[in-house]
């Protein structure tokens, strides 16, 4: 069965860096757009970034342009985010998803998904 794990949340200070990891499993993941996404109580799941299926184009949300690097293992079984500069504002539940597509931007466009890792910024 089609697993992905992430791991690596936790407390940074503002300003700080941290780096996520979302191990997939259960089936093969190389052809698939891989993604991350947040989400606060009470708000909407939002795009945070994504990497295409072959690994050549990454798409971000604006509001992480320039601090946010998503990237994949040679293997395609792993998929990173490297959040520096981080913000009190972006406290949220980070998510890895997979989609069987090109590329996606949009949560209907992902058909698996992680269970989630708490990543909190302090001010």
């Known amino acids: 069965q089609a697993q992905l794990v992430e791991s690596g949340g936790g407390l940074v200070q503002a300003g700080g860096p941290l780096r996520l990891s979302c191990a997939a499993s259960?089936?093969?993941?190389?052809?698939?757009?891989m993604g991350w996404f947040r989400q606060t109580p009470g708000q909407e799941r939002e795009f945070v970034a994504a990497n295409s299926w072959s690994g050549g184009s990454t798409y971000y949300a604006d509001s992480v342009k320039g601090r946010f690097t998503i990237s994949r293992d040679n293997a395609k079984t792993t998929v990173y985010l490297q959040m520096n500069s981080l913000k009190p504002e972006e406290t949220a539940v980070y998510f890895c998803a997979a989609g069987d597509r090109v590329y996606g931007l949009h949560l209907h466009e992902y058909d698996y998904w992680g269970q989630g890792t708490q990543v909190t910024v302090s001010s």
């Open positions: 259960g089936r093969t993941f190389g052809n698939y757009v």
